[in-house]
T-cell receptor, first 114, second 112 residues
Framework: SAVISQKPSRDICQRGTSLTIQCQVD?????MFWYRQQPGQSLTLIAT?????????ESGFVIDKFPISRPNLTFSTLTVSNMSPEDSSIYLC???????????FGPGTRLLVL | QKEVEQNSGPLSVPEGAIASLNCTYS??????FFWYRQYSGKSPELIMF????GDKEDGRFTAQLNKASQYVSLLIRDSQPSDSATYLC????????????FGKGTHLIIQP
């Protein structure tokens, strides 16, 4: 499977600020996905990022709040904008492992908004 | 609306016994089914995936899929204390370009 890293691993931020989370994969992948896991909850898909095109957002998530970049086949960023305490979550990127149509997850970014 | 339902547990199973985890899904168009294991404070780890009706075995794990009943299960044989974790069921409606819809997970406790 792919080796996926995320930066930062955790952060504490003030409300009203923005944080950009990076996801790096050790091999080229077509699709990258961003999920959120709120405290005590399961994972919710935020958006799908395909290289060379705009991200596709799920219902309830908008580009102004969660802008995503996908500049190449091994890297993506998710920005959490104008943060509020409700944005406190674990943010995870995942990749679709080519040829197997399975998804593997990065280690996650733990975000606490005060 | 895509929904995936799991019993949140906790499900307590004696060491060495078979743990049975169940999941139902609402979208009949779902094509791929996944089981992830998540330890506290860690990210989900893929355990099994299944696409076709029937059973799929991998070591101590068996995934079972019944599309007519919209039901997926995971059996863990010879349960070990290290199997104690939250098990997440996930489904995908389309192909590899689609994200996953997750259930809320079942908390499994293996009692030594």
């Amino acid at each position: 499977s792919a080796v996926i890293s995320q930066k930062p691993s955790r952060d504490i931020c003030q409300r009203g600020t923005s944080l950009t989370i990076q996801c790096q994969v050790d091999s080229q992948v077509t699709m990258m996905f961003w999920y959120r896991q709120q405290p005590g909850q399961s994972l919710t898909l935020i958006a799908t990022a395909n290289q060379g095109s705009e991200a596709t957002y799920e219902s309830g998530f908008v580009i102004d709040k969660f802008p995503i970049s996908r500049p190449n086949l091994t890297f993506s960023t998710l920005t959490v904008s104008n943060m509020s305490p409700e944005d406190s979550s674990i943010y995870l990127c995942s990749v679709d492992w080519q040829g197997r149509e399975t998804q593997y997850f990065g280690p996650g970014t733990r975000l606490l908004v005060l | 609306q895509k929904e995936v339902e799991q019993n949140s547990g906790p499900l307590s199973v004696p060491e060495g016994a078979i743990a049975s985890l169940n999941c139902t899904y609402s979208d009949r168009g779902s094509q791929s089914f996944f089981w992830y294991r998540q330890y506290s404070g860690k990210s989900p780890e893929l355990i099994m995936f299944i696409y076709s009706n029937g059973d799929k075995e991998d070591g101590r794990f068996t995934a079972q899929l019944n599309k007519a009943s919209q039901y997926v299960s995971l059996l863990i044989r010879d349960s070990q204390p290290s199997d104690s974790a939250t098990y997440l069921c996930a489904v995908r409606v389309g192909g590899g370009a689609d994200g996953l819809t997750f259930g809320k997970g079942t908390h499994l406790i293996i009692q030594p």
